[in-house]
């Protein structure tokens, strides 16, 4: 190949790579730091009971929904096999998130059978109830036993129910629409109830949640249309929980949490700053080893380096503005991981450039032979760690999974840097040692 | 320009190290063989005794349960000990210890699984106790089912991994490497699990994660090692040279290559461990650093004694490479065939090239080894 098209080659790829990373610094777009760099709560739910990938997608919404009405700016939600997971990087409230997180269970509508104030379930006997169970109220001031549950908080619209004054009595209420698939069964129960039969003798409807009644309505219509209103003497933010455990009702199947962990801001940063330093002098120590023992030559590996960092971190950005998967902590260590298999494919070409020249090959043939066999050695191995991350990014689960993308992508990279740089790089080179007929390799002249 | 093979006995470096630099290295790793034998032996019985007596020190996400990092400016042990005595936790399996990070020491706290309720309470105590705001306290909790979730997940994604990587080695080269890289891979995780037991480390998500990697790094070094050895069974295949030699001389060829990778993969890993998890005190840092030394330490050295030595048995097992009677190569002998190997005949077109095979009798020399007419190079890859 010629020396011209070579050269123009390199700086295209060049151009390219700081092109790109350019546009990502111009645009501010830098990579999405993981909350055990920026201080957070992450939380990994999963389900209690069998769940379809569709139920996974309703709770997914359901919870994002719940956290930006609480007001957490930007909840990372996502869908991992059979778990939930939610990334609430820069949270500063860790109670409030947790609680908003913490969607144990479904709400369920059950049918009241008696209650009694100034008493907790502990003081009830639980053997003396069939089917039935004693539970607490929200604010803690009576105990009711309640019958096996008539129905789910399905029965309403998704996220219908919204807390209004009502114009008559000017007081607070609860509106909520009924889904079309669930009014006849909410009909039954309501009808249940308005009669006092003997499985609701109170008329009261309890709307449980996490075993706590949030309410228990007195129901005043045997059937209702459209939609339901519940009223009583509430304040304003009664309804507005109210109406939240309403239209977080909607869940289709329980979750509970399996991994809860919080990183304070200032643990997030110490961390990353700890990275930083560490990443760095090791990154200079292995560059010194390399100048030392490699001379000029070494050259290719630092700007080889330079072109591989920029283009890791273009992508980085770009996968993770787009994907959602944050560069965490394990990310960074895959990354300097990948520094030193990323300097071995330098080592490789110069180990056999230097026998090469050794045997009496000149530099100028001695550069692209390289190269042929280096490629070939750096593409089955590589291949093999970009399995290995495939596998890892399919099968697991939180950080294991953002370590795995970062992995490919670093190795990904140095396919790609190794290619349109270094094999360029290398051929230029040699090609101008063999005019001088310098000192190549610390050989000694090849004469 | 022209140089024959003879011209560089004649060059040979007195210092080691200088022999290393030059690649004139002759060191007979297939007959020490049995040096890393006895070395993985035993690293493999204290792993195994080790495993047995202690276990791994598994944190809570493999155990289940709730931790806090409590900062330490007034905050003790003592003080911890109390908060969980006075709330009337169960201490059994509980853990306190104070910990140094650049942000100043903190206490961490470890119980077994607790309700929510117990562990927010508990947060608001040690917060109190602490002087700090309850955000300034880490919380993680984690179920008891968590880490046998991921654990099975990692085993699953392992089997996989290894199924594939054993197809693609097998296509790539053949079945014999595939089953020597693999042993090899196993070797060096099995070993690092044992460290962990052996010293206490405690197991955490990151230290999976680092074990994951070492998976990866030791398949990757053993693959450019292999890669130099399946050049050199082409280059000696119609001669009468023993799987052993052609094993010793591809060893001594990446000798250099390996040294340096070792070192410059582990330059950063030892500053991640010294500098980030020493001198600056980040913890989850320390537990990434530490397992991946170990890898990559055991990675580096099993690719040369415990890869190649089984690929060589496996070899001679089979009919190509049965070699009865032929003599193992050393010495200055093996020397000539480790600097001639690397590069094809054209090189040395000078040289006569006379016929080979008459020549070789009962013991090949490397004169006549390397005098031999190539094989053509096949064009089908196998």
Redesign the interface.
């Known amino acids: 190949m010629s020396s011209r098209r070579l050269r123009w080659g390199l700086i295209g790829f060049v151009l390219v790579v700081a092109g790109l990373l350019g546009l990502n610094l111009g645009f501010g777009n830098q990579p999405i730091l993981g909350l055990?760099l920026q201080g957070g709560v992450s939380v990994?739910l999963?389900s209690t009971d069998e769940a379809s990938a569709d139920d996974l997608l309703v709770v997914q919404d359901l919870i994002r929904d719940e956290l930006e009405t609480l007001g957490i700016a930007e909840p990372d939600v996502r869908v991992e096999?059979s778990n939930i997971v939610v990334d609430l990087p820069g949270v500063?409230?860790?109670?409030q998130a947790?609680e908003a997180v913490?969607v144990a269970g479904i709400v369920s509508l059950r049918p009241v059978l008696a209650c009694q104030a100034g008493v907790t379930p502990n003081d009830i006997d639980e053997e003396a109830l069939v089917g039935a169970q004693a539970l607490i109220t929200t604010d803690g001031l009576q105990t009711c036993v309640v019958g096996p549950p008539g129905g789910t908080g399905e029965v309403f619209e998704r996220g219908s129910a919204e807390a209004q004054i009502n114009q008559l009595t000017n007081q607070w209420i609860v509106a909520v629409d009924l889904r079309s698939e669930g009014q006849q069964r909410w009909n039954s129960l309501a009808a249940e109830c308005y009669s006092g039969a003997e499985t609701c003798p109170t008329r009261q409807l309890a709307i449980v949640l996490d075993d706590i009644i949030q309410s228990a309505p007195t129901v005043n219509q045997p059937s209702f249309s459209t939609g339901v209103e519940i009223s009583g003497a509430f304040t304003e933010d009664e309804v507005r929980s109210l109406a939240r455990v309403l239209n977080r009702g909607a869940f289709p199947v329980g979750v509970?949490?399996?991994?809860?962990?919080?990183?304070?801001a200032?643990?997030g940063a110490?961390?990353l700053?700890?990275?930083f330093?560490?990443?760095a002098?090791?990154?200079i120590?292995?560059l010194l080893?390399?100048i030392a023992?490699y001379r000029s030559i070494a050259i290719i590996v630092i700007s080889g380096l330079a072109v591989w960092g920029a283009l890791v971190f273009s992508l980085s950005a770009l996968v993770s503005q787009s994907t959602n998967y944050a560069l965490s902590?394990?990310g960074i260590?895959?990354i300097?991981?990948a520094?030193?298999?990323t300097?071995?494919s330098y080592?490789?070409l110069f180990?056999?450039l230097?026998?090469?020249v050794?045997?009496?090959?000149?530099p100028r043939n001695s550069g692209p032979r390289s190269f042929a066999?280096t490629w070939?050695?750096i593409v089955?191995?590589?291949?093999?760690?970009i399995?290995?991350?495939a596998?890892?990014f399919?099968?697991?689960?939180?950080?294991?999974k953002g370590?795995a993308l970062y992995?490919g992508l670093t190795t990904l990279c140095d396919l790609v840097v190794c290619w349109f740089f270094t094999r360029p790089a290398t051929i230029l080179f040699t090609r101008r040692v063999a005019v001088e007929q310098g000192n190549i390799l610390?050989?000694g002249g090849s004469k | 320009m022209s140089e024959q093979p003879g011209t560089h006995t004649a060059e040979i470096a007195a210092s080691g190290a200088r022999r290393l630099f030059l690649g004139q290295t002759s060191i007979d790793f297939f007959g020490r063989r049995i040096i890393g034998a006895i070395v993985s032996s035993i690293l493999l019985l204290v792993t195994v005794v080790s495993l047995f007596a202690q276990g791994l020190n598994l944190g809570i996400d493999f155990e289940g349960g709730t931790s806090w990092d409590v900062p330490a400016n007034v905050f003790t042990v003592a003080d911890a000990d109390e908060v969980l005595t006075a709330s009337s936790i169960d201490t059994e399996g509980s853990r306190i210890q104070l910990r140094d990070s650049d942000g100043g020491a903190f206490v961490k706290v470890q119980v077994r699984a607790i309700s929510d309720a117990q562990a927010r309470e508990l947060s608001g105590q040690f917060a109190e106790v602490a002087g700090v705001s309850v955000d300034e306290i880490n919380v993680n909790v984690v179920s008891a089912s968590w880490g046998s979730d991921i654990t099975n997940k990692a085993v699953r994604a392992l089997v996989i991994f290894l199924i594939v990587v054993a197809i693609f080695i097998s296509i790539r080269f053949e079945w014999r490497m595939a089953v020597a890289a693999i042993l090899a891979m196993i070797h060096d995780v099995v070993i690092s699990v044992g460290l962990y037991s052996l010293f206490g480390f405690i197991v955490t998500p990151a230290t999976v994660i680092a074990f994951l990697t070492i998976l990866g790094y030791s398949l990757y070094d053993t693959i450019v090692v292999f890669d130099r050895v399946r050049e050199n069974e082409t280059r000696f295949a119609g001669v009468r040279v023993g799987y052993g030699d052609v094993i010793n001389v591809s060893m001594n060829q990446v000798m250099m290559r390996s040294a340096n990778t070792s070192i410059s993969s582990i330059l950063p890993v030892v500053s991640l461990l010294i500098i980030g998890a020493g001198v600056l005190g980040a913890s989850t840092l320390s537990e990434f650093a530490i397992a991946l030394l170990i890898g990559m330490l055991t990675g580096t050295y099993s690719s040369v004694f415990v890869a190649a030595p089984t690929l060589a048995t496996l070899k001679i097992w089979s009919e190509a490479w049965k070699r009865d009677g032929v003599a193992h190569i050393t010495g200055q002998d093996l020397r000539t065939l480790v600097l001639g190997g690397s590069v094809s005949r054209r090189a040395r077109s000078g040289e006569s090239t006379t016929d080979s095979a008459s020549q070789i009798s009962g013991s090949s020399s490397a004169a006549s080894v390397l005098q031999h007419e190539p094989r053509p190079r096949k064009k089908r890859r196998r």
């Open positions: 055990d990994i999963q096999g500063k409230d860790q109670a947790l913490d509970e949490a399996q991994r809860v962990e919080t990183v304070s200032t643990a110490d961390s700053r700890a990275v330093i560490a990443g002098f090791g990154l120590a292995t080893f390399l023992y902590l394990a260590t895959g300097i991981v520094i030193g298999v300097v071995d080592l490789v180990e056999r230097k026998d090469e050794r045997s009496g090959r000149s066999s070939r050695t089955s191995a590589d291949l093999v760690s399995f290995a991350s596998i890892l399919w099968l697991s689960v939180g950080s294991v370590f992995l610390g050989l």
